[in-house]
Every structure is written in C-alpha cells, then in structure tokens.
C-alpha cells in the first residue's frame, strides 16, 4: 500500500484541536513525560521497541518562505510520509516539533512548540489527514530568522520509545521598512528620516548617498565617498522610527542643491542581503540650495 502523506497546517491554535481530541499533552498512560525528557533515536535499529522513523517532504530543507507584515504564512504545511513498523512495534503518537537548535529539539520543548497529535485517523495508514496548530509557529518565529522542525514517531511500549526524523532548517525574511520620509524636496540640511519599523527588527541601517543603491560596508578602508550611513539601534519593534543628523556633530550641507537617495536596511541572513542588511529601495531627497 502506497504510503499517505500527513499534513499539519499552520492554520488554527492548538485548543481547537484538542477540542476535537488531539491534544499536546501527553495522554494518560503515554510514557512522555511532561518535560518532554524522551531520548529520540534517529533509526530504529539503534533501540528496541520504536518504529521506524517517519519521512519529511515538505517544506524542504533550507526552504525560505515569504510572510506578511507580522504575520505567519497562511499557507505553510508540514508534511511527512507515515513511519513504517518495526516488526510488530507501530507508531502511537506522532510529535511535530520546531526550535532553535538543530538536534534533539523534540526534547524539553513547551506545548507551544511541541504538538503531540494521536487522534486514530491520523496513525492510519491508510488515511491522509489534516490538523491545525499555529501556536507552533507563532511563538517560534518572533526571533531570529530560522528554526528547525522534524517529526518524531513514538510507540506505545515503555522506555525509549521514540524516533526522529533528521531535522529540517525553515528560513523566513523579516519584511522591510515602509512608508520611508521624506520622499522628495526637503527644507533642511539636517531633515528627520522616518519610517513604519518593521516587526521584531530592533535595529537599521541608515544610508544616504548622492547615487542609488547605497550600502553600509565594514570592510572599506575609510568613509565612503559620498556616502553617509548610520547605525540605528536599540529601535522600537513596532510603530514609528525617526532619526536625524545632529546638528552639532554635521549635517548634509554638501548635498545642498542636489538630489540624494537615501534607503533603511534590515538585519537579515536571507537571500540578497548586503553585509547583513536587507535594504529597501532607493527614496530620492531634495535639498535647498546652499546659503
């Protein structure tokens, strides 16, 4: 018999399922502890009485998914093919798992990234079926962008009783500033740059230059010419940031009667960054002729 694919789907809170019986916690009788303290084994011949670990597919290993502002991705599902037997010892209870680390994350985790799912359709094999639980992500994805997930197989037997399959990286890219100003004439030499802060970014990059695309680069030798950039941090996570030249220290009266393009950049390990920094496109900025 071929076998079915099982799916979670970031779509409903982990109450909603237990509703209906597949609950985080573990069952009475269940040999998981509360603590989650099972020692996971990756095959099944490195213990007795486990099956056989389940088989990710989807998402993919380093898969990088898209998300709105603040939000998970509506449509992002777990899938992973049924563990086989082992011998007579079958599966009992599968866990889904996500966590920083990149081992033995099923292990000391708290139901929030942890779902404990026994319902009887789901551990037919014959049945593919679908549950609910963003409270695995929610939690999971307020940080740094990446996490790790696996599916654990556990049986009914005592002991070391469950398996896991070897785990998954997931990326995700923080989204970038919006609502950047001021977008075109300025009347000051020292204007104040504002932004909409992007979610959980606690940090920018300030760039302003006489041509585009503009970027901080620690490793030039000296001031880049024609380039201004700025380190904004500790900044709020949500709301409005601003951040201007102090007058004292200088200004931008080189630019006087000239356009300049100015753009934020956000800390991010994912695709297309520059020296850690996702940037935004460039804003043009008119300055007022010299005085």
Not at 28 to 41: L, R
Not at 43 to 51: I, M, Y
Request: hydrophobic share 35%; glycine share 8%; aromatic share 8%.
């Amino acid at each position: 018999m071929k076998n079915p694919i099982l799916r979670l789907f970031a779509a409903c809170v982990i109450s909603a399922c237990a509703a209906s019986g597949d609950d985080a916690s573990p069952a009475s009788g269940d040999p998981q502890s509360a603590s989650g303290d099972v020692t996971p084994v990756t095959s099944a011949s490195a213990s007795t009485g486990v099956p056989n670990p389940p088989t990710l597919i989807s998402p993919a290993a380093d898969a990088e998914i898209e998300t709105a502002r603040g939000q998970l991705p509506a449509d992002i599902v777990f899938e992973w093919a049924h563990a086989t037997p082992n011998g007579a010892v079958t599966t009992a209870r599968y866990d889904v798992c996500v966590g920083d680390a990149s081992s033995s994350i099923c292990d000391d985790l708290s139901a929030a990234r942890r779902l404990g799912l026994s319902a009887p359709g789901l551990l037919d094999p014959s049945v593919e079926t679908s549950l609910a639980g963003d409270q695995l992500l929610q939690t999971a994805m307020q940080g740094d962008e990446q996490l790790h997930w696996t599916v654990r197989a556990c049986a009914a037997s005592g002991g070391q009783n469950c398996v896991s399959a070897e785990p998954r990286r997931l990326r995700w890219c923080k989204p970038l500033a919006t609502s950047l100003a001021p977008n075109g004439p300025t009347s000051s030499y020292t204007p104040t740059f504002s932004w909409d802060a992007s979610p959980n970014a606690d940090r920018y990059m300030f760039c302003i230059s006489s041509t585009r695309g503009c970027f901080y680069d620690p490793t030039a030798a000296g001031p880049q010419t024609g380039t201004h950039t700025a380190f904004i941090g500790p900044a709020p996570v949500n709301g409005v940031v601003s951040w201007a030249f102090d007058p004292a220290v200088g200004n931008l009266s080189e630019l006087a009667g000239r356009m300049a393009f100015w753009r934020i950049g956000v800390p991010s390990s994912c695709d297309g960054n520059i020296h850690g920094f996702r940037y935004t496109d460039s804003i043009p900025v008119i300055f007022p002729p010299p005085n």
